[in-house]
């Protein structure tokens, strides 16, 4: 054991030495707002339901940052008054205190929820966005008149190149012939003076 003296506690208050506490302490947030080691049980008990999360998808980040962290906060000051009232024991406080974490875990619960929801949307949203990039890039590196005809129709991504469709051998001669087939017209269409003539017979007609 150390000789050193143990120190005495000092009996008159006037000889004991004014320790001043800062009032923005962080160490207030663990109390209430009266600064008091125990809160009544009409004041705890009045509060208001937990947020839904359909009122969540609503808020921003910065919001639902500054909400978790409130939360945070009360339960601290909450844990604190039950540790006190196991410790002195009041026998009031128990049941409001518990009520009303459960209502900040309530809420708590719901931020979870949200930002889950948008953290799912968020990986959905980058993988379509790399399929789009990847399908982009294999049908630029193609040379346009050896691409194929044949599209694979996918309903989670739309209309995707198909690789395993069979190659289509056109010549230059089928080409033209092609294209000149699309521009004649049909063999029973009547010549343009023809057409005029019609109309101008039915015209008179009527």
């Known amino acids: 054991m150390s000789k050193e003296p143990l120190p005495q506690p000092v009996l008159d208050p006037a000889r004991r030495s004014q320790v001043k506490v800062d009032e923005n302490h962080g160490l207030w947030a663990f109390f209430n707002k009266a600064k008091k080691f125990l809160t009544t049980p009409e004041v705890e008990a009045a509060h208001g339901r937990p947020w839904s999360v359909e009122e969540l998808r609503h808020k ?21 008054e039950k540790y006190e009232r ?21 809420t708590q619960r719901a931020i979870k929820h949200a930002l889950t ?8 949203a980058v993988k ?11 049908t630029r590196n193609i040379p346009r ?9 996918d309903p989670g991504r ?16 089928d080409a033209n012939e ?29």
């Open 60 to 80: 921003s980040f910065e919001d639902l940052h500054c909400l978790w962290w409130t939360c945070v906060k009360e339960r601290n000051r909450l844990a604190t």
């Open 86 to 106: 196991e410790r002195v024991k009041p026998g009031y406080g128990e049941y409001e205190g518990d009520q009303r974490d459960k209502t900040v875990w309530r």
């Open 117 to 124: 929801e948008r953290w799912y949307a968020y990986e959905e």
């Open 128 to 138: 379509l966005d790399q399929e789009a990039q990847k399908l982009a890039r294999e």
């Open 145 to 153: 008149g050896d691409r194929k005809l044949a599209y694979m129709r």
């Open 158 to 173: 739309g209309n995707v190149y198909n690789q395993d469709a069979p190659e289509v051998e056109t010549s230059e001669k």
């Open 178 to 206: 092609t294209s000149s087939k699309l521009r004649r017209p049909p063999l029973d269409m009547p010549p343009m003076q023809q057409q005029s003539d019609s109309l101008r017979t039915s015209s008179a007609a009527v």
